[in-house]
């Protein structure tokens, strides 16, 4: 089944979840924008009140342009439920996210919210992360320096470009540098010594912090809670 299908059904399954007047965090990417899709439709047809909170100014401009009422995150003092894409979903629930580049606002909407849900096709379920390279966005001040740090340990660091060369800018207008790690054994570890890193602005790596996740697949969506 075609992987965009698989998307908007985890997509439309989640939008279940959401109730009148909640405060909503919507994140970014393809699966994320068929949410907005549904999301837009339901709260039309129901007169829903909804708040929403967005994660890069791709869903901010969709979802305003669908009639979304969105506000900034500072005006609110937390969100009911953030429903969000993943790149990397491993069987204990810890993920990747960032190949949006969106993650640095995305892991500051999730730790705002009360109910994180993840949306993702069945390709995105994996036993180990680290096939997806793991995004981390930095300051171009010290790019040598940190480039070299990742390279010393073997992280084999990859400045994120587009297609047609132009380098990857975050919203905050910096700079994404891919870690291609191909295993991560021990991602705790891993999310405890990027943290300490100095010049890295925030990595990908979402460790404990979704409560759903909702699989697109061939025989329908599955919903599985992550019972912490
Ligand atoms: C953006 C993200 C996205 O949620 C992630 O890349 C999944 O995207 P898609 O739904 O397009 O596969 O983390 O920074």
Not at 55 to 71: F, H, N, P, Y
Not at 116 to 135: A, C, H, N, Q, R
Not at 145 to 170: A, C, M, S, W
Not at 184 to 190: E, M, R, S, V, Y
């Amino acid at each position: 089944m075609d992987q965009n299908l698989l998307k908007k059904e985890a997509a439309e399954s989640a939008i279940q979840f959401i109730e009148d007047g909640m405060k909503v965090g919507l994140g970014t990417g393809s699966t994320v924008k068929y949410m907005v899709d549904a999301l837009a439709k339901r709260t039309h047809d129901e007169k829903m009140q909804l708040t929403c909170v967005t994660t890069s100014s791709r869903t901010k401009d969709q979802a305003e342009s669908l009639g979304l009422k969105i506000v900034d995150l500072n005006d609110v003092d937390h969100l009911d439920l953030t429903i969000d894409g993943a790149d990397e979903i491993d069987k204990n629930f810890q993920g990747i996210k960032g190949g949006g580049a969106a993650h640095t606002m995305e892991k500051i909407v999730a730790t705002a919210s009360d109910q994180v849900i993840w949306i993702v096709d069945e390709s995105k379920m994996v036993d180990t992360l680290g096939k997806f390279p793991l995004p981390t966005e930095v300051f171009d001040y010290g790019l040598t320096q940190i480039t070299k740090t990742f390279e010393d340990l073997n992280y084999h660091p990859v400045l994120r470009h587009y297609d047609d060369g132009k380098i990857v800018r975050t919203h905050f207008k910096n700079l994404v540098l891919d870690l291609h790690l191909d295993q991560i054994k021990d991602p705790h570890a891993l999310a405890d010594q990027l943290d300490h890193q100095v010049g890295l602005v925030e990595h990908g790596l979402f460790l404990d912090m979704v409560n759903k996740v909702i699989v697109g697949t061939e025989n329908g969506p599955r919903i599985i809670d992550n019972i912490r």
